[in-house]
């Protein structure tokens, strides 16, 4: 047998007098947060190949240079002073946003993204945020958890996973039971302490919550109950109550956690102290702002009562009085309602955090068009409901946390808010006796979840709590006592308050199809563009708009398309994104609402043509907040889903005649 000496037997002879030139790094692996899965069941397993995997992509992907640098999102960036190459640490970065600085400020212009498939909402995040190079890295050790193939899969010693309807395997290993739609993870669990269940999710249609419940849990149907039925009772028992409610709602708190951290070191360029920047609403030209009242009750309580006699009263002592409920009726309710009522046919319970996210969308749009201006010119603004309306009907009925969401930022505090607090049964009745028909939150529940909520908010404020079970007059003397003390009343301009709160605009009913080119035409007015619009404005007004998750925009987009032409009842109109071509990009699975806002769309248009150029839709993604280098991606991955959409529905594409697309400007990019 002949002794080989080449490169390959003989390696570290012939790497032996061989140095490399030293190389700065240009590009990193950022590995996204593990999912909520990965902290149910086998957590030890899940670290573990995730880490390993990690670290071979690192090697495969740097090559010569050596392995790629982890930028682990589901870690602190720096470990006892020092960051994770070893190297001296500069002062710590908090957010998405302060990490991905801090990469570009490092000489990185290439990221690969391990997890992309499992977080598609950080995924997103960094799509629209990083002006350098991204590539994906689609493989995804959670496909043999949630796309079983084969009957029964060893992932470690000791570690089985089977796949649904497979007998347990004897012995003392731990099991892993993939659990399809009609299964109960209950009996499965029963088998034995070392068996656990959890849910087949191919498509990841839950995003971060892939596993917790299967996609048919999504659902508004006695289907989709019973599902959520089954895997509440199993998570419960497990001390987790609240995965099941916060995946079929679509909800991604460390996602919006992440966006909203900002960086600590206020001196560097685009840095945040965490404080929003005040609006020209909260400094006026002419140094003072208005008083902001509040009045504050659940459904029934006689807040509007209330609000139109302080109102009288302070305009009769020569202050001027501006009147806005900030909760409107229009279009925009009717279609928040509209998106509720759909989940008894058949649309997914999201549709009840979109619709939250409509009527945010609309608080934003009284900010802009009523009180900035109300809090400039006034005396006093009194208002109908206040923000934590907003917060209370997000906890009680969904779970989310809205107390420090970036849109309800440029509201400023109430400088005196009273709190009317009845039985919500009591409030029924009233409703009953005055034979109106019933609101979408005047049910026994809903009202009762607001109450409680209402109360935690009061007690937390220390502000004035009334019974509005009580002799109103008496009430109206508190009210009034407590604003003759803050309002100056100069008798000057009283004649020019405004006590009738403006309303939202309504719909327009009509029979005629709107006829729509997807794409731009300055001849056709553009659905939608308000949403951008109002983007840009809150980034003027407090610079939160970035730390908003991408789905918010996205779905209040769709939204604002419904809304436009249901309000405007246009012969032909413009629009830039269709709902369905977003949601089939990539990391738009969990996007499910998308698709059910184009439900909602479809039967209002009629699309004449489509415009197949990627460049045309550049400054749509732009206005949402992309960079310039996100809007190029994102417009080439939707002209591709565009293209695939016309083809299925048979939609003709303009002529192309040379030229130059019109497009519209772009508000600032977050």
């Known amino acids: 047998m002949v002794s080989r000496l080449d490169v390959v037997a003989e390696l570290a002879a012939h790497q032996q007098n061989l140095t ?13 947060p593990p999912v909520a899965l990965a902290d149910l069941i086998a957590p030890d397993w899940h670290a573990f190949v995730r880490a390993a995997e990690l670290g071979t992509l690192a090697e495969q992907l740097g090559g010569g240079d050596g392995p790629l640098a982890i930028v682990d999102l589901g870690l602190a960036e720096r470990v006892d002073g020092h960051d994770r190459s070893g190297a001296a640490a500069k002062p710590a970065v908090r957010g998405v946003d302060g990490r991905l600085a801090r990469l570009w400020e490092a000489g990185i212009r290439h990221l690969f993204v391990h997890g992309a498939r499992d977080q598609p909402g950080f995924a997103r995040a960094l ?14 050790y959670l496909d043999a958890l949630l796309d079983p193939r084969e009957p029964v899969a060893v992932l470690a010693p000791g570690l089985v996973r089977v796949a649904p309807g497979v007998a347990l395997p004897r012995g003392g290993e731990r099991v892993l039971v993939a659990v399809d739609d009609d299964g ?51 998570w419960s028992e497990r001390g987790r109550d609240d995965v099941v409610r916060a995946a079929v709602l679509g ?161 400023p505090a109430a400088d005196l808010r009273f709190w009317l607090r009845l039985d919500p049964g009591v409030a029924l009745a009233r409703r009953e006796a005055r034979g109106e028909p019933a609101s979408a939150d005047e049910h026994a529940i809903g009202l009762a979840g607001y109450a409680r909520v209402f109360d935690r908010l009061a007690a937390a404020a220390g502000e004035v709590v009334l019974d509005a079970g009580a002799d109103e007059g008496a009430n109206a003397e508190v009210i009034h006592e407590r604003a003759r003390a803050i309002v100056a009343c100069p008798g000057t301009a009283a004649d020019r308050s405004s006590l009738v709160a403006p309303a939202g605009l309504p719909r327009v009913r009509s029979a005629r199809r709107c006829t729509l080119h997807v794409g731009v035409d300055p001849d056709r007015p553009a659905l939608g563009a308000e949403l951008p619009a109002l983007r840009a404005d809150l980034v003027r007004w407090s610079g939160t708009a970035g730390a908003v998750p ?56 009629e699309v004449e043509t489509y415009d197949p150029r990627a460049e045309t839709y550049e400054p749509a993604f732009s206005a949402l907040g992309a960079c310039r280098a996100a809007a190029r991606r994102l417009a080439r991955d939707y002209a591709v889903e565009l293209e695939r959409v016309a083809a299925e529905l048979g939609w003709t594409a303009m002529a192309i005649d040379g030229r130059a697309s019109t497009a519209a400007p772009s508000a600032p990019a977050s």
């Open 20 to 32: 490399p030139d030293p190389c700065g790094p240009h590009r990193a692996l950022v590995a996204l």
């Open 127 to 140: 799509g629209y945020r990083w002006p350098g190079g991204l590539t994906a890295c689609d493989a995804s």
């Open 184 to 234: 109960d993870p209950r009996r499965i669990a029963d088998q034995g302490p070392q068996v656990s269940a959890y849910a087949i999710d191919r498509a990841r249609q839950l995003g971060p919550w892939a596993g917790v419940v299967p996609p048919r849990g999504l659902l508004g149907t006695a289907a989709g109950a019973a599902i959520r039925t089954r895997w509440e009772a199993y």
């Open 251 to 411: 909800l991604d708190p460390r996602l919006e956690a992440g966006l909203r951290e900002v960086r600590r070191e206020a001196s560097e360029p685009g840095a945040s102290s965490g404080q929003r920047t005040p609006s020209a609403a909260d400094a006026p030209a002419t140094g003072r702002r208005a008083r902001l009242i509040a009045i504050t009750g659940i459904d029934g309580a006689g807040k509007s009562t209330h609000v139109a006699r302080l109102a009288r009263m302070l305009q009769g002592r020569g202050a001027r009085i501006s009147v806005i409920k900030l909760y409107r009726q229009g279009a925009f309710l009717e279609l928040a309602n509209q998106l509720g009522a759909r989940t008894r046919r058949g649309a997914p319970l999201a549709a009840f955090r979109v619709s939250r996210v409509v009527k945010l969308v609309d608080s934003l749009r009284v900010f802009r068009d009523q009180l900035a201006h109300a809090l400039a010119a006034c005396d006093a603004v009194v208002l109908d409901r206040y923000v934590e309306t907003h917060v209370a009907a997000a906890e009680s009925q969904l779970g989310w946390e809205l107390s420090d969401h970036p849109a309800l930022s440029v509201f």
């Open 550 to 605: 991408e789905a918010f925009w996205l779905e209040a987009y769709a939204a604002q398309l419904v809304i436009d032409v249901v309000t405007w009842d246009p012969a032909r109109a413009a629009v830039a994104l269709w709902p369905g071509a977003v949601a089939g990009m990539a990391r738009h699975a969990d996007l499910v609402m998308l698709h059910e806002l184009e439900r909602i769309l479809a039967p209002l248009v």
